[in-house]
């Protein structure tokens, strides 16, 4: 085993990742010091999730020259992820998206230890994974797992670097620091800002709702700066004993002046039933598997809220629906981008925002939404009894609808049927045309 220390000492030049990063400021070293660069070196951080978010991080901790990296995620790279998940290429298509990203690690720093966990974070595995490591990162887009990692974290006593990003914004929480487990003060955990999980038709992720490339890469590298900053200083701050260090929210916003923005949260909740003295999701409570998060979430994966008879496949939207010349609305819920990139002829667009806001039959209405006219229009020139369907990406936003449109009376006291397709243009791609676009 090389003298790691004696050899920093002695000649930088051998430790090319370090020797930009011991920081002088007029004589004065930053905590980036020798002793820093070796703090990093004897240091593992676990990064939850190779995505957006995770691929940057993961990038500049191996370029810091971080000990050891864990990678944690279950998914395959697909094309439709390299605008934003910078570590996979084309050649790795179709590959887990751990092995990726360490083909790619591996080539910029050579000299860290990774390690590949090609499955997806569960109570089962969550505090035998985190044990591990020093330092937990969820790059993760999705509160269940967010809840998770928070509670395993609080429980393993590491501290936990939070981010999460979505179409041209993002935000970044460093957690339960210092761990709850060491000191009774402790920092905050996820549920002491969030005590309760978001409504489930609020919940949107990158790969659903869209991203702009950078500002993920953006959240991504400040999660890698807030690890580095957190190991050279010894893992954990002392809270409070300066006023830069109390618990607080990093907002970004791409189209702001000035773009970011910090909010002081909230310190440890009293009664948080993750992290105050009095918390039930105890070790044990977790390895019991007692917490079913995707339910506590209101996950239903793919959202089921039609009845069977609401709901028809795209093999008979096709031969039944769009083949013949029955009337009808074919009505197309995604957002007005989506629609530009591909949308099948005949289909009205009206995003599942507009409609939500609707509240009242837009065709009762004297003040008539702009965006809703043609809509009201079509069905117009319809019978009062010609069908509606909706459709979207993946089959889940178009339920939505569904039930929207029924309560507003669209239905026409059940004389008109109203249901959508089931799986969206993701199963028509499955099913029916194998070269509809992807994104």
Same mark, same amino acid.
């Given at each position: 085993?090389?003298?790691?220390?004696?050899? &920093?000492?002695? !000649?930088?030049?051998? !430790?090319?990742? %370090?020797?930009?990063?011991?920081?002088?400021?007029?004589?004065?070293?930053?905590?980036?010091?020798?002793?820093?660069?070796?703090?990093?070196?004897? /240091?593992? $951080?676990?990064?939850?999730?190779?995505? *957006?978010?995770?691929?940057?991080?993961?990038?500049?901790?191996? *370029?810091?020259?971080? %000990?050891?990296?864990?990678?944690? =995620?279950?998914?395959? $790279?697909?094309?439709?992820?390299?605008?934003?998940?910078?570590?996979?290429?084309?050649?790795?298509?179709?590959?887990?998206?751990?092995?990726?990203?360490?083909?790619?690690?591996?080539?910029?720093? +050579?000299?860290?230890?990774? @390690?590949?966990?090609?499955?997806?974070?569960?109570?089962?595995?969550?505090?035998?994974?985190?044990?591990?490591?020093?330092?937990?990162?969820?790059?993760?887009?999705? #509160?269940?797992?967010?809840?998770?990692?928070? =509670?395993?974290?609080?429980?393993?006593?590491?501290?936990?670097?939070?981010?999460?990003?979505?179409?041209?914004? *993002?935000?970044?929480?460093?957690?339960?620091?210092? +761990?709850?487990?060491?000191?009774?003060?402790?920092?905050?955990?996820?549920?002491?800002?969030?005590?309760?999980?978001? #409504? @489930?038709?609020?919940?949107?992720?990158?790969?659903?709702?869209?991203?702009?490339? #950078?500002?993920? %890469? $953006?959240?991504?590298?400040?999660?890698?700066?807030?690890?580095?900053?957190?190991?050279?200083? %010894?893992?954990?701050?002392? &809270?409070?004993?300066?006023?830069?260090?109390?618990?607080?929210?990093?907002?970004? /916003?791409?189209? =702001?002046?000035?773009?970011?923005?910090?909010?002081?949260?909230?310190?440890?909740?009293?009664?948080?039933?993750?992290?105050?003295?009095?918390?039930?999701?105890?070790?044990?409570?977790?390895?019991?598997?007692?917490?079913?998060?995707?339910?506590?979430?209101? @996950?239903?994966?793919?959202?089921?809220?039609?009845?069977?008879?609401?709901?028809?496949?795209?093999?008979?939207?096709?031969?039944?629906?769009?083949? /013949?010349?029955? #009337?009808? @609305?074919?009505?197309? $819920?995604?957002?007005?981008?989506?629609?530009?990139?591909?949308?099948?002829?005949?289909?009205?667009?009206?995003?599942?925002?507009?409609?939500?806001?609707?509240?009242?039959?837009?065709?009762?209405?004297?003040?008539?939404?702009?965006?809703?006219?043609?809509?009201?229009?079509?069905?117009?020139?319809?019978?009062?009894?010609?069908?509606?369907?909706?459709?979207?990406?993946?089959?889940? =936003?178009?339920?939505?609808?569904?039930?929207?449109?029924? /309560?507003?009376?669209?239905?026409?006291?059940?004389?008109?049927?109203?249901? !959508?397709?089931?799986?969206?243009?993701?199963?028509?791609?499955?099913?029916?045309?194998?070269?509809?676009?992807?994104?």
């Amino acid at each position: 085993m090389p003298n790691v220390e004696r050899n &920093l000492a002695k !000649d930088p030049a051998q !430790d090319p990742p %370090g020797r930009k990063q011991v920081l002088d400021d007029r004589g004065h070293y930053t905590p980036v010091n020798t002793q820093g660069q070796l703090n990093l070196r004897k /240091s593992s $951080v676990l990064i939850i999730g190779v995505g *957006g978010l995770g691929c940057p991080a993961a990038q500049y901790l191996a *370029g810091a020259g971080m %000990g050891t990296i864990g990678l944690v =995620d279950g998914d395959t $790279v697909e094309l439709s992820n390299l605008h934003r998940q910078i570590l996979h290429t084309t050649e790795r298509v179709g590959k887990l998206k751990v092995d990726s990203a360490i083909a790619g690690l591996s080539q910029l720093n +050579p000299n860290v230890h990774f @390690i590949a966990y090609p499955s997806h974070l569960s109570p089962a595995n969550a505090l035998a994974t985190m044990e591990h490591y020093d330092l937990v990162l969820d790059c993760t887009d999705h #509160p269940a797992s967010r809840y998770l990692i928070s =509670d395993a974290a609080v429980v393993s006593g590491r501290p936990l670097i939070s981010g999460s990003a979505l179409r041209t914004e *993002g935000q970044l929480m460093v957690l339960n620091n210092p +761990p709850s487990t060491h000191l009774e003060i402790g920092g905050p955990c996820y549920r002491c800002i969030f005590p309760k999980p978001p #409504p @489930i038709e609020s919940v949107v992720s990158c790969g659903d709702g869209g991203i702009l490339g #950078p500002v993920v %890469g $953006v959240i991504g590298v400040l999660m890698a700066l807030e690890a580095i900053k957190l190991i050279v200083s %010894g893992v954990a701050y002392k &809270l409070g004993s300066d006023r830069n260090l109390f618990p607080s929210m990093i907002l970004y /916003s791409a189209y =702001d002046t000035p773009p970011f923005r910090q909010v002081r949260l909230r310190g440890k909740r009293p009664k948080c039933t993750g992290c105050s003295t009095s918390r039930t999701i105890t070790r044990e409570f977790l390895n019991s598997g007692s917490i079913d998060y995707k339910f506590m979430c209101g @996950i239903l994966s793919p959202l089921d809220v039609l009845k069977k008879d609401e709901r028809i496949d795209v093999q008979k939207l096709k031969n039944n629906i769009l083949a /013949s010349n029955k #009337p009808h @609305i074919l009505l197309d $819920v995604r957002d007005e981008t989506q629609f530009g990139i591909c949308n099948l002829e005949g289909s009205v667009n009206i995003p599942i925002s507009a409609i939500e806001a609707m509240t009242e039959p837009q065709g009762t209405s004297k003040n008539r939404d702009p965006t809703l006219t043609r809509f009201a229009n079509s069905l117009e020139r319809l019978p009062s009894d010609a069908p509606i369907y909706t459709i979207c990406r993946l089959g889940n =936003d178009s339920q939505l609808v569904v039930r929207k449109l029924k /309560s507003l009376g669209y239905d026409n006291n059940g004389r008109r049927w109203i249901g !959508d397709i089931k799986g969206g243009y993701r199963a028509w791609r499955q099913h029916v045309d194998p070269e509809w676009p992807e994104y």
